[in-house]
């Protein structure tokens, strides 16, 4: 079944490390994203891409980075500069005009 | 500027009793509108959408929802709730171009037994 997979589930940060979420699609959509969702907070774009080897900054890019080689993946890194990382991370993806697919999420902790 | 507002955070209805979840949006033309169901710990499951013409849209779960361009809003309702349905509810808007989608801050609905 075609579908969004985010791993890991969990994750969990030292202080002062960088870390990496993985979003892989198969649904050969060409656009993905990435949210940041916290309590009452609803969903926060941190970055996303239209086709491969190009992205943009969402409304909260600060301490985040991506990257986007290949179509079916889009990772995002959390570094150190993002002083507040604990929260639910989505990745999404959609193809023209149609709505958007998400992944299960990985949640991410500071130890 | 594009905006999305979900007025209630918590509601709580009794199984079997209607249900309807507010939502309203801010944009210049017509949107295209959303919304998604998120269980705890899971990513967001599209309900139902709105692109054009019948302002009454059904959608999975038993759930319709009804445009109302004058009063821009996107209210999702169900006849009868069942108690699977407890989980979050996210109205979302995107612009013609599909580029970036606005979310609201979500719902959150309880249901009694």
């Known amino acids: 079944d075609g579908g969004i997979t985010q791993s890991p589930k969990y994750l969990f940060r030292k202080e002062g490390q960088n870390v990496t979420l993985s979003c892989e699609q198969n649904?050969?959509?060409?656009?993905m994203y990435w949210y940041r969702q916290d309590p009452g907070q609803g969903l926060r774009l941190i970055y996303y891409s239209q086709i491969v080897n190009d992205f943009q900054k969402g409304d909260i890019a600060e301490g985040y980075s991506v990257s986007r080689e290949k179509k079916e993946s889009f990772p995002l890194t959390v570094t150190s500069a993002q002083k507040n990382p604990t929260a639910f991370y989505l990745c999404a993806s959609r193809t023209d005009n149609q709505p958007q697919h998400f992944g299960d999420g990985t949640r991410l902790s500071i130890l | 500027a594009q905006s999305v507002t979900q007025p209630d955070i918590h509601i709580t209805v009794s199984e079997g009793a209607s249900l309807e979840l507010r939502c309203n949006y801010s944009y210049g033309a017509t949107p295209y509108l959303f919304w998604y169901v998120q269980s705890p710990g899971q990513g967001l499951q599209l309900l139902l959408k709105y692109f054009s013409g019948d302002t009454l849209v059904q959608g999975i779960k038993g759930f319709e929802a009804e445009f109302k361009r004058s009063q821009s809003s996107f209210n999702l309702r169900k006849p009868s709730v069942h108690w699977s349905d407890a989980a979050e509810y996210f109205c979302?808007?995107?612009?013609?171009?599909?580029?970036?989608?606005?979310f609201g801050s979500g719902t959150k609905l309880n249901v009694k037994p």
């Open positions: 979302a808007v995107a612009p013609m171009d599909f580029n970036k989608f606005y």
């Open positions: 649904l050969n959509h060409d656009a």
